[in-house]
């Protein structure tokens, strides 16, 4: 066995076009080190819904050269399948964007001279530029599919492969399957033609049009006087949102700055993720350190490819006291704005996100559609006018960005924070006023890192066959396993509880090592003095719920 598993080594180093991951394999041979190896030739990285992603390294199990390499060949090879694009006798262009993390260069590059020889036209992007700007792109340039070369918001070892076709959302089943069918068949990468030039690399025109799209978000005659401390987290940001507010006319942010440039080691956080623990501190420190005409209304972060977006608020009265908004709440109040001004159109969001989005556009005569997790079902919404999930994501522009966008959602709460502002009330009095109107919707999650996958699927299976009947002291009245799919939503690795006055969902994540648990409880309020008591009794209900919900399922 361990013959074969040298042997296999040996071959993939052969191919290896990248001098350094041919090192570190070469070093893993000479060593016999066959544990390493093993991890990295058990298997191979598979590419699905959010294409792959993984931590760099050698070898079919890691992100590297050879693995974007053929999946690149086989995207090529599924694109060339489904016929010539709509202006005949042209090739159909492949557009590709990449963020600041180790190698995201490269894979670029790489897809591009991939594209390019099995004779579609590529355009990559001019520098690491926002997950967004790459989405726009597709539309705006009419193009067949595009790449973005990221890994979001995972560790600094990670990077990732996101595919979008022509309309500009990420894929869904069964593209997924059929690109996957079309990587494996690749046999060898002396197979693919990989020209060193005949790609183009866009200038800032793209960029100008996105920044021009961005004007379609805000009213014109709102007030942009709320101020703002902002964090790139380490990431690429910080530009865009930057020459997105000078030309919206709001105050100019004031940088994190130990945070402001890109810097794929992300020194000053465990995670580059607004929602982990510390990843906010600095943000907190720059805020309480600002005053008088600086002091800011509100806290902006994005994620480091930018297509999530942060708020913090101040609690309390003198400064010294923020936190965090939840992408819930945060999700409510853009869809309140929203519907303030008049917005027409189907309301969606995921189905962990908050059913308070719901009771908006039912008030609102609006239609609300919940999807499966994800933008790439979200932006698939009939009709869609705005579209969130709870993990800080937000589409509030689908004509312009048919995804997720940290940039335009960083413009609207800003704007709905200055029309506040204007009236003498913030974020928290708003959401007030939506918990008196619609009952405290009140959501907490209760996620759990393994390093075992296996930790994962024992907890599912287990909660399976051993199903809670109650949490909380709250009856489970209904169970649904998502395996199973429904009415609305296609089949999917979850489980839903509701109970009596609350919900909850279990799945794991598609994009990290995590098991997730999504819970939501619904306290009636009748008037706002009742508001304290009620978000009393939703914290403990929600502790409660985390407790026998961790117990229920082993973890």
Known sequence: MHDELIAQAQAWLTEDPDPETRTELARLIDAEDHTELAARFSGTLQFGTAGLRGELGAGPMRMNRSVVIRA??????????????????????????????????????????????????AAVLPRPLPTPVLAFAIRHLGAVAGVEVTASHNPPRDNGYKVYLGDGSQIVPPADIDIAAEIAAVPSLTTVPRPTEGWDTLDDSVLDAYLARTDAVLSEASPRTARTVYTAMHGVGKDVLLAAFARAGFPAPVLVAEQAEPDPEFPTVAFPNPEEPGAMDLAFATARACSGETAPDLIIANDPDADR????????????????????????????????RGATGTFAESIVSSSLLG??????????????????????????????EEALGYCVDPDGVRDKDGITAALLITELASQLKEEGRTLLDLLDDLAVEH?????????????????????????REQPPTELAGLPITRTDDLTKGTAELPPTDGLRYTLDGARVIVRPSGTEPKLK?????????????????????????LESIKCDLSTAAGI
């Open 517 to 541: 648990c999504y819970l939501e409880v619904v306290i009636p309020v009748g008037s706002h003095k009742d508001l304290p008591a009620a978000r009393a009794k939703a914290t403990a209900l």
């Open 72 to 121: 690149a060949a086989g995207l090529a090879a599924y694109l060339k399948k489904q016929g010539p694009p709509e202006r005949e006798g042209e090739a159909g262009l492949v557009v590709i964007g990449y963020d600041a993390r180790h190698k995201s260069h490269d894979f670029a590059q790489d897809t591009a001279a991939v594209m390019t020889g099995a004779g579609l036209r």
């Open 439 to 463: 009952g405290l919707h009140a959501t907490d999650q209760l996620s759990v890192r393994v390093e075992d996958l296996s930790l994962i699927a024992a907890a599912m299976r287990r909660l």
């Open 359 to 388: 009771r908006i556009a039912e008030k609102a005569g609006l239609p609300h559609v919940e999807t499966l997790t994800g933008f790439k079902w979200i932006a698939r919404a009939e009709g869609l006018r705005y579209g969130y």
């Open 309 to 340: 977006c942060a708020v913090a608020v101040q609690d309390g009265t003198d400064g010294t006291d923020w936190r965090m908004l939840r992408g819930d709440e945060v999700g409510a109040l853009l869809a309140a704005h929203l519907v303030r």
